[in-house]
Nanobody, 126 residues
């Protein structure tokens, strides 16, 4: 049984930082592209970043203006994926999800991911 469990969310002031973690189990972790998505209040889920399974290549969403502020990384030995959030803004407030997908390496659409965590809340106050 595949499980993805996020942690590390919380309440932070604008300009602050958080590090989100996602622990994966029940799958051959390095075979999967790992993605981070977020869902702001009242809005649809949106792609944030992904990292490929073995080569570790990363890709970030331009549309949410996270480049330069967010960094995705993974540790295949620990079955962990991380999202470092820096220079946080109130508009970054959302429920952040990690997801695992296989077969579509540069998948930015939620439907292309096979497994999802339950999410961790990030709230940024102004």
């Amino acid at each position: 049984q595949v499980q993805l469990v996020e942690s590390g969310g919380g309440l932070v002031q604008a300009g602050g930082s958080l590090r989100l973690s996602c622990a994966a189990s029940g799958l051959t972790f390095s075979d999967y592209t790992m993605g981070w998505f977020r869902q702001p209040p009242g809005k649809e889920r949106e792609f944030v970043a992904l990292i490929l399974g073995t080569e570790g290549r990363t890709y970030y969403a331009d549309s949410v203006k996270v480049k330069g502020r967010f960094t995705i990384s993974r540790d295949n030995a620990k079955n962990m994926v991380y999202l470092q959030l820096n220079s946080l803004k109130p508009e970054d407030t959302a429920l952040y999800y990690c997801a695992a997908g296989r077969g579509f390496p540069l998948a930015t659409k939620p439907a292309l991911y096979n497994y999802w965590g339950q999410g961790t809340q990030v709230t940024v106050s102004s």
